[in-house]
């Protein structure tokens, strides 16, 4: 175990030492990390006894938050002093020191290949001790594991800042679909929603499309004086995150009428609904006849309802034309604790075949 690159944020650990707190007599506890693009949660989780069943809610110790720690948006050095931060912060308020932790699950979005696997992985080993297990997934299996209580079954859609949907067979199959990021086109997510919408304006004002109360209603929004000043305000800072967050404003208007904002919504149920649909066929989740029963944990800003327009609601009715048997969940933790329950699963499993190691079930 290295003191790494950020050696003072470990500086409790000392702290500790000096005020007489052995280390020998602090409880094992679990990490839960779930990180995308606009913040990063982290739980810490006592260790309960493999013996017993997991309590509803679970036990958590400390929280803690910061930045974003998708590399793909802020680079790989921010994003990774993102995660350090946020693990620091968490076991600094639970009181407990690195020796301490059995298992950190770090779910995070842009963990989308072996190699931002293996380089997460070497650079936790770096953290903590060697008998640390590590489990790297990408946030959506924390998102699915939060609404099933730490077991890996069924599907997920989350449609935040950014959208993708994930599903996993009771014998480990897994299969994803978007998540690509903006530029390859999430356009059910915050963004493309967003995105659509300053789109639209643009058009509008320059005669390519139909007038909308989207215009007027950004240009407040930003503080702006015509839509000729969205250009710089656009690429002044093209953060995903920055441009998500007009998304309620396109629903706002959507619900006063405007056809343009409505056809972005419609477009956006459309498309979220098809990733899941698409996850559900390669994994046959809805069994041979297409009716069986099969959980659907909804997670992110974009899905929660709102006076008029419930975009989540609709993306059920949608999904529900051809997969009767779909059952949403919205779950009652953050994904962060489904972090920390996949990991307590995981070790439970490994515990009752006695072998141990650190793995992935990234695609």
Not at 215 to 222: A, D
Not at 257 to 272: P, S, T, W, Y
Not at 312 to 325: A, H, Q, S, T
Request: with cysteine; glycine share 10%.
């Amino acid at each position: 175990m290295k003191r790494y690159r950020n050696g003072e944020i470990w500086d409790f650990e000392q702290e500790m030492q000096l005020l007489g707190d052995g280390f020998c007599d602090q409880r094992e506890v679990i990490l839960g990390l779930d990180g995308d693009t606009t913040c990063t949660v982290c739980v810490c989780m006592p260790l309960i006894p493999f013996a017993d069943s997991l309590p509803d809610p679970p036990p958590i110790l400390s929280r803690a938050i910061a930045g974003c720690s998708n590399h793909n948006s802020v680079g790989e050095s921010a994003a990774r002093d993102a995660l350090e931060l946020v693990m620091a912060d968490a076991l600094s308020k639970a009181g407990s020191p690195r020796f301490c932790v059995q298992a950190v699950c770090l779910a995070v979005s842009g963990v989308n290949h072996p190699t931002d696997v293996e380089r997460i992985m070497n650079w936790l080993r770096d953290i903590f001790p060697r008998h640390v297990q590590f489990f790297v997934q990408n946030d959506a299996v924390a998102a699915l594991a939060s609404g099933t209580m730490g077991k890996l079954h069924g599907c997920v859609l989350i449609a935040g800042t950014g959208t993708i949907a994930y599903g996993f067979t009771e014998d480990g199959r897994d299969a994803r679909a978007a998540g690509a990021g903006p530029v390859l086109g999430d356009w059910g997510s915050g963004y493309g929603i967003a995105a659509q919408a300053l789109t639209a304006t643009v058009r509008a004002y320059d005669g390519r499309g139909p007038p909308t109360a989207l215009t007027s209603s950004i240009l407040r929004k930003l503080d702006l004086s015509s839509p000729d000043e969205l250009i710089g305000w656009t690429y002044s800072d093209p953060s995903w995150a920055r441009i998500a967050a007009l998304v309620p404003v396109v629903v706002t208007c959507a619900e006063g009428g405007d056809e343009v904002a409505n056809k972005i919504l419609r477009n956006a149920v459309q498309e979220l609904a098809s990733s899941v649909k698409a996850v559900v066929r390669r994994l046959h989740l809805c069994g041979e006849d297409g009716n069986a029963p099969f959980p659907l944990v909804m997670v992110g800003g974009v899905l929660e309802a709102n006076k008029k327009w419930d975009i989540g609601r609709e993306v059920i009715n949608c999904i529900c034309k051809d997969f009767p048997g779909v059952h949403p969940i919205c779950p009652k933790v953050e994904p962060a604790i489904g972090a920390a329950l996949l990991a307590w699963n995981l070790l439970a499993r490994y515990s009752r075949q006695g072998t141990l190691r650190s793995e992935t079930y990234s695609s």
